[in-house]
């Protein structure tokens, strides 16, 4: 069974910096593009952050380039989204998801998703 938990979040005031974690268990993580998506309520899902199996290649939304650095560790099993220079407007439940391709995290259409873990940015 794929499992997926993320961990990190919390409260922040605009400006500050938070790592979220995301540890997976069930699956060889080292065959799997891993990723960040985000969640307002009301809205739809957000891509943030992917990073390819080898951690070779990442890609970023534009809203968080610059701010936002996503890591991995192979022989830890556990994907990083390193967030700094943090907006009230990042406020949202952040995803870990894993998927073969950095394609099909890119289409919204992984897998395995984690429960989430809520960031929220105070102004």
Request: proline letters at 2%; a positive charge; one cysteine or more.
């Amino acid at each position: 069974q794929v499992q997926l938990v993320e961990s990190g979040g919390g409260l922040v005031q605009a400006g500050g910096s938070l790592r979220l974690s995301c540890a997976a268990s069930g699956l060889t993580v080292s065959s799997y593009s891993l990723g960040w998506f985000r969640q307002v309520p009301g809205k739809e899902r957000e891509f943030v952050a992917a990073i390819s199996w080898s951690g070779g290649g990442t890609n970023y939304a534009d809203s968080v380039k610059g701010r936002f650095t996503i890591s991995r560790d192979n022989a830890k099993s556990t994907v990083f989204l390193q967030m700094n220079s943090l907006k009230p407007e990042d406020t949202a439940v952040y995803y870990c998801v894993a998927s073969l391709t950095v394609r099909t995290i890119l289409s919204g259409r992984s897998p395995y998703w984690g429960q989430g873990t809520q960031v929220t940015v105070s102004s």
